[in-house]
């Protein structure tokens, strides 16, 4: 497939399982964090963001934790289904003067077995 | 009822030519921008235009030049092609300037290099 040969970090899962990816940040000024998800073939999907200002935000089925401290950033998929398989990638902004600009992780490929 | 599009979805030339990459938003967004995605899916901005304005640059050869003839369409030119320009170029879409805003992208465009 397409990930063959590629090193990015790995999360296998069965179905039905909780998932959780975590991401780690670079930029203690970035106050804006969205987690995108890419399938085979596609551009990246927006699932859900977070601004630093918070610490947790749901959405239907997922959850994002910030933790500004140690500068971390997880997704937390319930009830994992075969659909979400996919590369998640984390992406910050440094917001002020920054325009938008976001700044990608190298991304985690998610495999969901049923 | 497709969002961001670009075109083409493949584009297989030769070094040394010149090509082009369309894409258009219907979302009424006012910034746009390109991405390049490498072959480790490392994705990276390229540039963005707000509002027709060029407004993140970041260091790309010149021999890309990107053009917003309106708001809703920012297309990308790429001269002498090289070897190394062979990637997946993504175009997204977000509403504003400010950094809190989700971006949303296209289906990218496969851009091989003989």
């Known amino acids: 497939g397409e990930s063959v040969g590629l090193h990015l970090p790995t999360l296998s899962v069965q179905e039905g399982d909780n998932s959780i990816i975590n991401c780690a940040y670079s930029n203690s000024a970035s106050d804006y964090f969205i987690w995108y998800k890419q399938e085979s073939g596609k551009g990246p999907q927006f699932i859900i963001d977070i601004r630093s200002n918070m610490d947790k935000r749901q959405g239907q089925r997922v959850t994002v934790l910030l933790n500004k401290t140690v500068k971390h950033l997880s997704l937390q998929i319930a009830a994992t289904q075969p659909g979400d398989s996919a590369v998640y990638f984390c992406?910050?902004?440094?917001?002020?003067?920054?325009?938008?600009?976001?700044?990608f992780g190298q991304g985690t490929i998610l495999t969901v077995h049923p | 009822d497709t969002a961001v599009s670009q075109t083409p979805k493949y584009l297989v030339t030769q070094m040394g030519n010149d090509k082009s990459i369309k894409c258009e938003q219907n979302l009424g967004h006012d910034t746009m921008y390109w991405y390049k995605q490498d072959s480790k899916k490392f994705l990276k901005i390229m540039f963005s235009?707000?509002?027709?304005?060029?407004?993140i640059n970041e260091t790309v050869p010149n021999r890309f030049s990107p053009k917003s003839p309106d708001k809703a369409h920012l297309n990308l030119h790429i001269n002498s092609l090289e070897l190394g320009d062979s990637a997946v170029y993504f175009c997204?879409?977000?509403?504003?300037?400010?950094?809190?805003?989700?971006?949303?992208f296209g289906d990218g465009t496969r851009l091989s290099i003989l």
């Open positions: 992406a910050e902004n440094a917001g002020g003067t920054s325009y938008g600009k976001l700044t």
């Open positions: 997204a879409s977000s509403q504003g300037t400010p950094s809190n805003q989700p971006q949303h």
């Open positions: 235009y707000n509002n027709k304005e060029l407004i």
